[in-house]
Every structure is written in structure tokens, then in C-alpha cells.
């Protein structure tokens, strides 16, 4: 514990340096202005924002781009209670009963429950941060090459296993990231590969093109251009008081939604979606007023809002400690710090410590500079929902592509970022998940790497990965989560067989009389 405050002590000396306020602050302005504007979302805020961190050291790029993410988790809640419109996908919760308080005239209230939640949530979730990375780094030291080998297969596919698509298509899309991973130099060989012979491709697929044309450019195009109908409710700040009764039915909700959300958020998936739903059934199940959940129940908004924060923060501690991105926004986060020559994984605690305890520290500091911005602040971000969407979008393309360019001053890029955006655009429509595309390219230097370092240290015999007891379990989860969703696509389509026979059947009936 003495070694765990002294570390902490350091993250501190290096998150209150003015500079490191700074980005801190303008990461948790900017996410909570990226989760207020509908259609926009964490993901493509950090794409597009990637290469303005290309000028900073690792700290600050980190503390920026991570402040975007937890902050889009706070702002997303302000247009789903003010017009119901979910700014950000786990906010779609917040919907139901925020909106509907609102319409009580206990907008205000609503609006400060969801932060001061939030703010609970983040802090319990960067406690337990503190207090698991570390540890849990430590073990993954004594990890070989088998074991990380086992490790990111078992995240891909506990990543296809929770995805909202099919497991064949979330599989593919990984596949096609680990593919483009393999463009550019063989790092074992220093074979020039799969380039075209275009030298720009030397290192690789950049990681900064694919991500700002899927998520960013993609995103804008399968959104259309459109005004925000209906009135804004805009509190005022001597509104935002919740009543002794409101504190009293948050209370508990809130420390479900932490301890919840925190556990979800480590496990591999859209943990701070998934989260939120899971706590608005929770919360309806143990209430004993369970009618009132969609008509203004304190817990549908404390609830939901507690367990996003908690996630987003439970999501950093298998990136931070075994290197393990648990989805698309820890992966892009991940490859921000590998383009700024830090690894993640276990020997970023050894090797970068003020990198690593500053990002923690800065997470404190960061959860309290999101409060005293959401509430008193909260007529001005309503006002950015005003901006006319045919004049907003522009504005966020040339940034992709102005952003893109000045990373290498290279074409190349600008042209993979706008095949990238076509392509994103037509995996929407094809209902493809485009994220687990970039997960696949961020961690395909490191499992070739990996797995090729095993079968070298065995001679080539894949037998090494079931020989060591921990990738052998390892490789039984990830064939389990395989059969499991196997079963469960053949019995969805037995049953549906069943139905059309049924319903031919009933059709003929008639016809026969």
C-alpha cells in the first residue's frame, strides 16, 4: 500500500503541472461537447482528434484523449434528459425516465443526479484502477509468448462473442484488421510486404487514417445532415438542487452502478453500453415501484449514469496492465501511446511510470473538473445543440482531413482515410461492426509478433499453446464463447425454421378447405 501512495504521489507531481491541467481540462471539454452532439460520439471525437496529440509527450496525449472518453459519458446524459435524444449510445437509458423528469419540471434535478453520479461511479472505478493495475500488471510479467498469444485471441473473441452483430461478421472484420496489420516491413524478416511497393506503407497501415475515416468521416456520412427538432429544456442553475427525497432513491442506485459498471468495463466488449442496460434492469427488478420506471423514476436515471462512468473507467485496467485493448476506444488509446514509442502491457508501470501514474492522477483530477463543468455550464452546451448539422459537418471533415495530412505530410493517408470513410459508411448500411476492424489492426503487430516467437520457441509445433497450463486455458475460454454462440445461431435458426414451417402450414390449411 506505502509503495501504491508513493507512486500515486508521483502521478500527482506530474497531473498538476499547468501544462497537464490544461489538456486535461480541454480533454473533458471537449468530450462532454463530443457527448452532448448527437451522431458524433467517443470514438470519432478521439479518431479525429488523434493527430493534434501528435506535438505532445505521451502524458499529455493520453490524459487528453482518455479526458474525451470518460467526458463524452458525462455529456452524453444532458440532450438525453433535455430532448431525449441520446448523444452517446449509453446514454440511451438515460432516455426514458431523464426525459421524463424533465417534462415533470425536475429537469435540473435529473441533470445534477446524472453527474453527481457520475462522479461517484468515475472516482469508485479510478480507486479500483489504482489498486488492480499494478498487481495484475506484475502477474502479467511472468506471461511468455504463448500466454499473450492466448490473451489477445481470447479478447477478440470475447469481443465478437458481446458484440450487437453476428459472430461471423464481427470475426471477419477482425480478420480484415489483422490483415491490414501485415502491410509494411516484416518485423522478424525485414521482408518488404503486401506495400504495393508504395513506401509511405513502409511502417504499416497507419493506425490514425483507418480509425478518423471509420469512425470519424464514416460516422458523419451515415448520418444525415438534419436541423434538431423541438424545444431545448434549459434549466437554470438555482434548479439543479435535488430534493433530500431524490438523494435518498440515488443513493443506492449509484453504488449498484459503480460496483456494476466497474466489472462489466474490464471484461472485453461495449462495456459502458452494455453496462447501462444491465443496471436499468437491475434497478427496475429490485424497486418496489417498478411502474414507475419510463414516467420519471430517480433510479432509471441514477442507475444507468453511475454504471457508463464506472465502465469507461473499468476499461482502462486490462489496457494499462496486460495490453489488452477491451474495445475500439482503448484500442485507438492504445495506439496513441504506441505511436508516441510507450507500450502498453505489463512493462508501462517498470518502464514509463510517470506516464502511467500521471494518467491515474489526472483521472481524479479529471472526474472533478467534469463536475464543475457539467452543471454550471450546462446552458451553454445546450446551446451547441442549436448548430445546424449541414454546417457542423463540414467543419469536422476538413479537420480529418487537415489532421491526417500534417501526421506524415502524406497523401497516402489522406486517401486511406477517405477509402476508410466509404468503407465505414457501407459497413453501417451492411450492418458490419467497423470497430472490431481497428482492434484487429492495433493489436496485429503485436500477436504476430507473439505467435511467431512461440513457434520458434517450439520448433514450429502448435502443440506449445496446450503444453502451458495458462494459454491452454486460455484457448479452452475462447473455444467455449465459440461453441456457445454457435449453439445459440443454430437454435435462433431452428426455431425460426419452425415458425415458417407453421406458418406455411397455416396458410395451406385454408387453401385445402
Not at 506530474?14 to 491541467?21: E, G, H, K, R, T
Not at 443526479?113 to 469508485?124: D, E, M, Q, R
Not at 503485436?446 to 499453446?465: A, K, P
Request: glycine share 10%; charged share 10%.
Amino acid at each position: 500500500m506505502g509503495t501504491t501512495i508513493d507512486s500515486l504521489l508521483l502521478g500527482f507531481s506530474v497531473a498538476f503541472q499547468p501544462d497537464v491541467l490544461l489538456y486535461a481540462f480541454l480533454g473533458c471539454l471537449v468530450g462532454t461537447l463530443v457527448g452532448v452532439l448527437p451522431g458524433v460520439g467517443p470514438l470519432a471525437g478521439i479518431s479525429i482528434l488523434l493527430p493534434v496529440t501528435f506535438g505532445l509527450d505521451a502524458t499529455k496525449a493520453i490524459i487528453m484523449l482518455a479526458g474525451i472518453y470518460y467526458g463524452s459519458q458525462y455529456g452524453g446524459s444532458t440532450t438525453s434528459i433535455l430532448m431525449r435524444i441520446p448523444g452517446e449510445a449509453s446514454s440511451v437509458m438515460t432516455c426514458l425516465d431523464g426525459f421524463a423528469m424533465a417534462r415533470k419540471g425536475r429537469a435540473g434535478a435529473a441533470l445534477a443526479i446524472a453527474a453527481v453520479g457520475s462522479f461517484v461511479a468515475g472516482t469508485f472505478g479510478i480507486v479500483m484502477l489504482t489498486l488492480l493495475a499494478p498487481p495484475l500488471a506484475a502477474f502479467a510479467l511472468r506471461f511468455g509468448p504463448p500466454e499473450y498469444t492466448a490473451l489477445l485471441v481470447l479478447g477478440l473473441v470475447f469481443l465478437a462473442y458481446m458484440s450487437s452483430t453476428s459472430l461471423i461478421k464481427t470475426l471477419l472484420m477482425a480478420c480484415v484488421g489483422l490483415l491490414l496489420g501485415c502491410v509494411g516491413i516484416d518485423v522478424m524478416s525485414g521482408q518488404f510486404r503486401y506495400a504495393f511497393d508504395l513506401k509511405e506503407l513502409a511502417d504499416g497501415v497507419g493506425i490514425v487514417p483507418v480509425a478518423v475515416g471509420l469512425f470519424g468521416l464514416g460516422e458523419i456520412l451515415s448520418t444525415p445532415s438534419r436541423k434538431v427538432q423541438g424545444e431545448v429544456m434549459q434549466p437554470k442553475f438555482s434548479e439543479l438542487m435535488p430534493t433530500r427525497e431524490e438523494w435518498r432513491q440515488s443513493a443506492m442506485p449509484i453504488a449498484r452502478g459503480s460496483v456494476l459498471g466497474f466489472l462489466v468495463g474490464i471484461v472485453p466488449g461495449s462495456a459502458h453500453i452494455i453496462s447501462s442496460f444491465m443496471s436499468y434492469a437491475i434497478e427496475r427488478r429490485l424497486s418496489k415501484n417498478p411502474e414507475e420506471f419510463g414516467h420519471g423514476a430517480v433510479a432509471g436515471v441514477a442507475g444507468p449514469e453511475s454504471a457508463n462512468n464506472a465502465a469507461s473507467t473499468g476499461a482502462f485496467v486490462p489496457m494499462l496492465s496486460l495490453g489488452l485493448p477491451t474495445g475500439p476506444i482503448t484500442a485507438v488509446l492504445m495506439a496513441a501511446l504506441m505511436i508516441h514509442g510507450v507500450s502498453p502491457g505489463p512493462q508501462l508501470v517498470t518502464e514509463h511510470p510517470k506516464v502511467f501514474w500521471g494518467f491515474i492522477a489526472s483521472m481524479y483530477v479529471g472526474n472533478l473538473m467534469l463536475l464543475l463543468l457539467n452543471l454550471p455550464l450546462v446552458g451553454l452546451f445546450v446551446s451547441v445543440l442549436r448548430i445546424r448539422y449541414a454546417y457542423l459537418y463540414p467543419i469536422i471533415i476538413m479537420f480529418c482531413i487537415i489532421g491526417v495530412y500534417e501526421v506524415n505530410h502524406s497523401l497516402i493517408d489522406v486517401w486511406i482515410m477517405l477509402i476508410m470513410g466509404v468503407v465505414g459508411y457501407f459497413l453501417r448500411k451492411f450492418d458490419f461492426d467497423p470497430a472490431p476492424l481497428v482492434l484487429g489492426l492495433v493489436i496485429a503487430p503485436i500477436f504476430e509478433l507473439s505467435l511467431r516467437q512461440s513457434l520458434v520457441m517450439s520448433g514450429g509445433d502448435y502443440m506449445i499453446f496446450a503444453q502451458r497450463p495458462f494459454s491452454a486455458v486460455l484457448f479452452a475460454i475462447s473455444a467455449l464463447l465459440l461453441a456457445m454462440s454457435m449453439w445459440s445461431a443454430f437454435s435462433k435458426r431452428k426455431d425460426w425454421r419452425v415458425k415458417l414451417s407453421e406458418a406455411e402450414a397455416g396458410t395451406e390449411a385454408p387453401s385445402q378447405k
